[in-house]
């Protein structure tokens, strides 16, 4: 019974390490980025207040207000993509797009209760980085970015060796 459970331990560390090591894959824009814009195009205003809060915390990234501004975009989307419509009717200037759905980007939705968190080079549209985050509640939507946080310094820590 004690080898069943070391060895249900071994298995669980390699997959720990390994799923830190695909995390730590982020391209050197990332790292060598200064301004960040946030684009948030979940239905759930709490989540860019948590991402504002967790990168000011950070200090590694200025925040900016367009992401024309930006050397990178974080992208918050959800189970649904809310994009802003310039001009038009008031009324249909948010559409929320169903979970069967995808985004015209192509972008893969995040499972319900979760958030995709994508960093995209904002003049070419290439996706640089993605994490998908379980945001159903206070406590994880605090930690939105922690696993953008860890990535970015394990990163920052092989380039500087």
């Known amino acids: 019974m004690t080898s069943v459970f070391f060895l249900a331990l071994v298995f669980l ?8 090591e695909k995390r ?3 391209p050197e824009k ?6 960040i814009y946030i684009d948030n195009q979940t239905t759930d205003a709490e989540l860019q207040h948590h991402a504002y809060m967790g990168l000011n915390k950070w ?3 200025e925040i900016v207000d367009s992401s024309e501004k930006a050397d990178i975009v974080l992208r918050l989307s959800g189970s649904s993509i809310v994009k802003f419509v310039p001009g038009g009717d008031p009324s249909t200037t948010h559409k929320a797009k169903p ?4 985004s015209a980007e192509a972008e893969e939705l995040a499972p319900p209760g979760c958030t995709r968190l994508t960093l995209i080079e904002p003049r070419s549209g290439t996706t640089l980085w993605s994490d998908v985050r379980k945001t159903s509640n206070a406590q994880e939507k605090s930690r939105l970015l922690d696993g953008l946080h860890e990535t970015v310094d394990q990163q920052e820590k092989r380039h500087s060796k």
């Open 13 to 20: 560390s390699v997959e720990r390490s390994q799923a830190n």
């Open 24 to 26: 730590a894959a982020v």
């Open 30 to 35: 990332v790292v060598s980025a200064k301004t």
């Open 59 to 61: 200090g590694r990234y």
């Open 99 to 102: 979970v069967s759905e995808k």
